[in-house]
């Protein structure tokens, strides 16, 4: 359940019906329709698939954001001031709120281990899928995942967001936000960029995701009836850009938690072994 995609597919509705007025029920459809297609090919389409999407995703919205904190330099040293100031004093939200200190770290940790899945489980099971050894050599690849997402992309969105300014505005939260910042800094390029990006943003992961709840199911009732995930996955894409973001971020949530907990437990037990695996490794590497 926690690898269903449902937010992916929510914000990909809200971002599509905000910008363009398109119906959430269509992006839902269209959603399930492009996703089926490619996961019913296994994990050979989805590894060519999303090879090719995700560079393009990301080379279109860092070069975006780049451009955007180039024109403000002077202001970056000054928001991260403020990003450390109110996290830790408890004014997080502009001070208008003043949530505890612990609400905002318990609400960013839940925040980062949905944006990047770090001790969820959930890329291991794409990276022992890879045909490489030794299976160090993977770890060593799949750590520059949680890196490259919550520090470098989700940094870069956050700060486009308080350059622009907008975040201060009442009722206008989620990627509605993030597109307003970008609008704001460049015009209907900077909507278009946005959308582009949700969009591939969105497929990808959907399209990833599939392969890793089917893996799961699979394990649990046989894999000659796994591909009836297939079907339930796709099913839950129209949900998902019909359901309200509150919903579908407390379900993910409780899926995510649940999930956290045997994978630490397993990170812990393990870490001899992968000490040991690494030490051998680097061993062997030429200095």
Avoid at 41 to 54: A, E, P
Avoid at 104 to 116: H, L
Wanted: hydrophobic share 50%; proline share 3%; with cysteine.
């Amino acid at each position: 359940m926690g690898c269903l995609t449902l937010f992916q597919a929510n914000q990909l509705a809200e971002v599509l019906e905000s910008s363009y007025g398109l119906s959430r029920g269509w992006t839902g459809v269209g959603g399930m329709l492009i996703v089926g297609g490619v996961i019913m090919g296994g994990i050979q389409r989805i590894g060519r698939v999303t090879s090719r999407i995700v560079p393009l995703m990301c080379g279109v919205y860092i070069l975006a954001c780049l451009y955007i904190l180039g024109t403000h330099l002077e202001e970056i040293p000054g928001l991260f001031a403020m990003i450390f100031h109110d996290a830790l004093s408890g004014t997080a939200a502009g001070g208008a709120t003043g949530i505890a200190v612990s609400k905002v770290i318990a609400t960013g940790v839940k925040r980062a281990a949905f944006s990047n899945e770090a001790g969820i489980g959930t890329a291991a099971l794409a990276h022992g899928a890879a045909k490489t050894r030794p299976p160090v050599r993977e770890g060593l690849v799949a750590m520059n995942g949680p890196f490259i997402d919550t520090i470098v992309i989700c940094t870069m969105t956050s700060l486009v967001v308080l350059v622009e300014g907008n975040w201060q505005g009442l009722g206008v939260r989620g990627v509605d936000l993030t597109s307003q910042a970008f609008e704001s800094a460049m015009g209907g390029l900077g909507r278009l960029l946005i959308v582009l990006s949700v969009v591939l943003f969105a497929v990808s992961t959907m399209v990833e995701y599939s392969y890793y709840g089917r893996k799961c199911f699979s394990y649990l009732v046989g894999w000659g009836h796994g591909h009836f995930y297939n079907y339930f996955y796709c099913a839950m894409i129209v949900l998902g850009a019909l359901c309200t973001t509150e919903s579908v971020v407390n379900l993910l949530d409780t899926g995510f938690a649940f999930m956290a907990l045997p994978t630490m437990m397993a990170a812990l037990l393990l870490s001899p072994r992968v000490m040991e695996a690494s030490q051998d490794y680097f061993r062997q590497v030429p200095k």
